[in-house]
């Protein structure tokens, strides 16, 4: 049974544990530094009244309302690793290199390589975006020359790579994916002033929204919890001792195949992705070519239509869900691994009959994790069109990864505490 009792005795997760709050203290301490030539005050009016411009937000861990030099947050930083796993699926040398321990250094490190290119195009992407705004004034100067516009770039670029570094350190104590840890404390911090702001809307009229909003945080943090520990068990046999070509004596154990292997990545990603057209967009609106103009409006207007954004974001968090256990699971590892510990599924020829029933058994379970993630996913925006609460689609997705990180890193302590444990 978890407890913190036991994680604070435990000197090297206690210490890790440390180490990651202190990160953290200083992630929201950078948060909170403006980029020069911004005016913050009028930001924080315009995030407020701009949906799109929320939700940038809670992604980039609730940097962007204060445009601080953590602005960009790490989506730079994802988009770079989504890209160099989707040519894994594509280039047959990327994917021999994912194979190896040395390989996959190296694909992290290009990964590194291309985030800041990627944060200087965002970066000037924002600048433009913001001089868009000619009334929310959100420059101090009114709009950014030259000198600002490359200010701005340097600066942003300069915090998500800091951001990167930071989450490889938290990465590194084995307490959790930095990363999501890093989106996750942005999130935390943001919930009192998103609460003060929601209950500040409701009054006696609105007590059914009010009652809505509470029974959906209820239902997806207990849908969550559920998803993330149900698994389906392939039952395995150890031999005890091998005479011949029989096996004498078997040790029965099972193989756990989780619900969602993928936890709260494919969110991430599909949160990534379906932000990027919608930026694209914005950079032309004010094209001097009317096609392309006319191709901008179409764009918004597609993604400002509730049902096409939740079809969207429901088949992006569906096949991200699938493309990232590929990524991560490998049936004919576990396949090879079995058979080099003597072990066998009951029924299954060993070797490669054994990697297509252990492939085959994934991907009906996870057929149901990726529709169970999908629906809890977009469950947000169903209350919306009921409510007409925008801010639900952002609550919705935060409770999500907030779920899915706790729960991860509490597991990730208990894994930490065994061995310790069994060290002793």
Same mark, same amino acid.
Not at 241 to 262: D, E, M, W, Y
């Given at each position: ?58 992604? !980039? ?191 029965? !154990? ?63 968090? +569906?096949?991200?869900?699938? +493309? ?101």
């Amino acid at each position: 049974m978890f407890s913190f009792t036991r994680v604070w005795k435990t000197k090297e997760v206690r210490n890790s544990l440390l180490f990651i709050f202190a990160m953290l203290v200083i992630f929201r301490v950078a948060a909170h530094i403006p980029v020069p030539g911004v005016d913050p005050s009028a930001l924080v009016n315009y995030f407020q009244g701009n949906q799109f411009f929320g939700l940038l937000n809670i992604f !980039s861990g609730g940097t962007l309302q204060h445009f601080s030099i953590v602005a960009l947050g790490l989506a730079p930083f994802i988009t770079s690793s989504i890209i160099f796993q989707l040519l894994g699926m594509i280039v047959p040398k990327l994917e021999e290199m994912q194979k190896e321990e040395q390989g996959r250094q190296r694909i992290n490190q290009w990964s590194r390589v291309l985030t800041v290119p990627l944060a200087l195009l965002q970066g000037y992407g924002l600048v433009l975006l913001f001089n868009q705004q000619s009334g929310a004034k959100l420059f101090t100067a009114g709009t950014a020359d030259l000198f600002t516009t490359v200010l701005v770039m340097g600066t942003l670029t300069a915090g998500t790579i800091f951001l990167m570094w930071m989450g490889e350190l938290i990465s590194e104590k084995n307490l959790g994916n930095g990363t999501s840890i890093l989106i996750f404390a942005g999130i935390i911090a943001g919930l009192p002033n998103y609460f003060g702001q929601s209950l500040a809307l409701y009054d006696g009229s609105q007590m059914i929204t009010a009652i809505i909003f509470a029974i959906l945080v209820v239902v997806t943090l207990g849908a969550v919890v559920v998803m993330h520990e149900a698994q389906r068990n392939i039952p395995v046999q150890y031999a005890r001792q091998t005479r011949g070509t029989r096996l004498s004596g078997s040790v029965p !154990s099972n193989l756990p195949i989780k619900l969602n292997i993928a936890g709260v990545i494919p969110i991430i990603f599909a949160i990534s992705i379906i932000l990027f057209p919608r930026v694209i967009a914005q950079f032309f609106l004010n094209a001097r070519t009317e096609a392309l103009r006319t191709a901008a409006q179409w764009v918004l207007q597609v993604f400002q239509n509730q049902l096409v954004y939740g079809i969207i974001y429901f088949g992006l968090v +569906f096949a991200f869900t699938y +493309f990232y256990t590929s990524v991560i699971f490998h049936p004919d590892r576990v396949a090879e691994n079995l058979q080099k510990q003597s072990g066998f599924i009951p029924g299954i020829r060993p070797g490669k009959p054994t990697a297509e029933y252990i492939a085959w058994v994934t991907n009906r379970v996870l057929l149901v994790g990726a529709v169970f993630l999908s629906m809890i996913a977009i469950l947000p925006l169903v209350a919306q069109q009921v409510t007409g609460n925008a801010s639900l689609v952002i609550g919705g997705t935060s409770v999500l990864i907030v779920v899915n990180v706790v729960i991860e890193t509490m597991k990730q302590m208990e894994a930490q505490m065994s061995m310790h444990e069994y060290d002793m």
